[in-house]
């Protein structure tokens, strides 16, 4: 009876161990289980996400082919001086349609208080010419011209009312809207290009489309817009200088725990190649010496400091205009400082009997100004702001920031000079000017 039992025991577990065995073999093993809203994730599951709503990604959103051309600067092939010729910029209504037959000449044409709709229905009576509004206009006019060809006067009328016509000779409809689209022929300098465009952009002109190609702008507008742009292309057309900056901003982390002691520039480099100090509400601007440049600032940072590049690029302006340059749209990638704006208002010419650069450059972000600085300076002198506190920026009530790291801004400013083609057609680049033959040219 013992051996019995002892057989059926034998028996019992390896029966058990066959149904573990087989159990073992039907549940499988996993490394890593996770359990999220009672679904089990592995390393063979395909992630689930929440759908998000149809809106542009953030990368599409800031892509610009401006970029590129915005924020990079070749410190190596600088030219503090450069000679463009004089181009033509030139405005271009687009979509006007087909063109108008010929009309017969008027003759005491009278419209007293009327829309342009019925001053065109006037103009056109007997005429196989519909006049078709595709939006309302309620704006009256009056006027009496003695005579004049009716083409002239449709485009005289439908200035008078600030509105745009389109004429289509296949349905003999001219319509009427109150926006209109343009195309710019701009000069083949990009930094014009660039300054014009920032001009634009200042008069609130949006959507502008840029061919970097055939260098042409397509805008579309009203009335106020159409007079907007064209004022800038006249203004920028009769000046004979621009002014561009090259800026480099700069994060300096001291090494111990005392600030950057900005006295040894003196002894460093000299007290001929330090032309100003200019005291801020915050800061101080430093006129300096091409001496002092990104890669000799640079090296005497370095010797107290640890120097970070946050942001680099280029901006232009006409002559007595004024632009700025977003550090956060060319910064290497997002800072504290990102929502800084440095603003140039400057102009080229006399200044006291001296021909200077005569800037105001002021550092301000979405709280407001920070610093301001009037700053008149030789052909070849750079700037370099100096004392903003990295603690401006935050926004924290602590911070591992430390209290001695601060902002440097260094720019270079740029004089563009437009002058006419030579008749014998020859190109003018700023190399062919040098020495007093560059003197004698801005001295003009």
């Not at 000449?105 to 208080?113: A, I, N």
């Amino acid at each position: 009876m013992r051996l019995l039992k002892v057989g059926l025991f034998a028996v019992a577990m390896v029966a058990v161990g066959a149904c573990a065995k087989k159990e073992t073999e039907i549940v499988p093993l996993y490394d890593n289980v996770t359990v999220v809203d009672e679904l089990v994730i592995n390393d063979k599951s395909v992630p689930i996400f929440p759908k998000k709503a149809a809106l542009t990604t953030d990368t599409a959103r800031r892509f610009s082919i401006e970029l590129p051309k915005r924020c990079m600067v070749d410190w190596n092939r600088q030219n503090v001086v450069s000679v463009v010729p004089e181009e033509n910029i030139e405005i271009v209504r687009l979509a006007v349609g087909d063109p108008l037959p010929d009309l017969p000449d008027v003759v005491d044409f009278e419209f007293k208080k009327l829309t342009v709709k019925q001053t065109l229905d006037k103009l056109l009576y007997g005429t196989d010419i519909a006049v078709i509004e595709d939006e309302d206009f309620f704006e009256k006019i009056t006027g009496n011209i003695p005579s004049g060809q009716a083409n002239d006067i449709i485009e005289l009328v439908t200035k008078m009312g600030r509105v745009y016509y389109s004429y289509d000779a296949s349905t003999g409809e001219l319509h009427l809207k109150n926006r209109g689209k343009w195309m710019i022929k701009m000069p083949h300098d990009e930094t014009i290009i660039m300054a014009l465009l920032d001009a634009m952009h200042g008069a609130d002109v949006r959507n502008l489309l840029v061919d970097w190609e055939d260098k042409t702008v397509v805008f579309e507008g009203n009335y106020q817009t159409e007079r907007e742009v064209a004022k800038i292309i006249a203004d920028v057309a009769g000046k004979k200088y621009m002014l561009a900056w090259d800026v480099d901003i700069y994060r300096v982390y001291p090494r111990t725990d005392n600030p950057i002691v900005w006295m040894n520039l003196l002894p460093a480099f000299g007290e001929k190649n330090i032309r100003m100090s200019i005291p801020g509400v915050v800061g101080r601007a430093l006129v300096v010496s091409p001496e002092i440049n990104t890669k000799t600032l640079q090296e005497f940072l370095g010797q107290q400091a640890n120097v970070v590049l946050i942001s680099q690029g280029t901006f232009a302006i006409p002559n007595g205009w004024q632009s700025r340059f977003d550090i956060g749209q060319c910064s290497k990638e997002e800072r504290l400082e990102t929502d800084l704006i440095v603003g140039a208002t400057g102009s080229y010419g006399d200044y006291g009997g001296r021909k200077k650069i005569d800037a105001k450059i002021v550092l301000r972000t979405s709280q407001g100004e920070l610093a301001s600085f009037n700053i008149p300076s030789s052909v070849g002198d750079n700037y370099v702001i100096i004392g903003i506190p990295t603690h401006s920026f935050v926004t924290t009530p602590e911070t591992l920031v430390s209290p001695y790291a601060e902002l440097v801004v260094f720019m270079s400013p740029r004089v563009i000079s437009i002058v006419d083609v030579p008749d014998d057609g020859m190109q003018l680049t700023g190399d062919q000017l040098v020495g007093d033959a560059l003197r004698d040219m801005l001295n003009e």
